[in-house]
């Protein structure tokens, strides 16, 4: 999924963001259609450190329980699958845990950091699972490692969870976010290597992208579109409804 392109898209998220997640139709549908045009890497906002520092004034959040209301706002306006009540039965302490088993996962691949943020995304919107807890996220790895044996390896997975280079790569994470100022997710720079890039910040319709896209790279074109809705669910190893009728253009 990381072959070199025209474009270069550094992508600033959250596990535990229900707008990164709400986007998914969209992004999924970029890298489909662009395939071999693009290539990007994930960057980890570390949106909630603990509930004790977190506030978002905008949305009026302080606390887990004001999160749910976000959640279904999100679910609402995106049409995702989201299990907005995980903030009333089962909320998460933080967001650090599942940023640094996500930057562990980069460590083995590029294509295990995707996989391993779609199962940790599911394992919170789709199920209700505390991603905040060290065994979710050991079993979210060991379920992929079991799955597709050749993409992760679950016990260099454990090993390194506590390691030193997986912290300094969401370290590394952290001070890129500040750097840029970014406090609102997703939020993508799409670039031309070696050249100033765009910023796009915020859940955009699939439209919004393609034209920052065209704006760095005028000449890009679709690489294909999807025909078939068995085809692109084998290809993302599964889909949800709306992520079906986005890339048919129904959405």
Known sequence: MQEAGLVEIEFYTDPLCCWSWAFEPQWRRLRYEYSGKIRWRYRMAGMIPNWSSYSDPLNSVSKPLQMGPVWLEAKHLSGMPIEDKVWFANPPASSYPACLAMKCSGLQSPEAAEMYLRRVREAVMLHGRDISKEEVLLEVAKGLSEEATRLLDYTQFERELHGEEARNA?????????????????????????????????????????????KVAPEIEPARRMKDAKEYSSFWSGVTERETEEALSLG
Not at 174 to 198: D, E, F, H, N, W
């Open 170 to 214: 969401f370290v590394e994470d952290l001070k890129q976010v500040r750097y840029l100022g970014i406090t609102r997710y997703p939020a993508l720079t799409l670039s031309k290597p070696g050249q100033p890039g765009l910023l796009i910040v915020g859940y955009r319709p699939y439209e919004a992208l393609v034209s920052t896209l065209k």
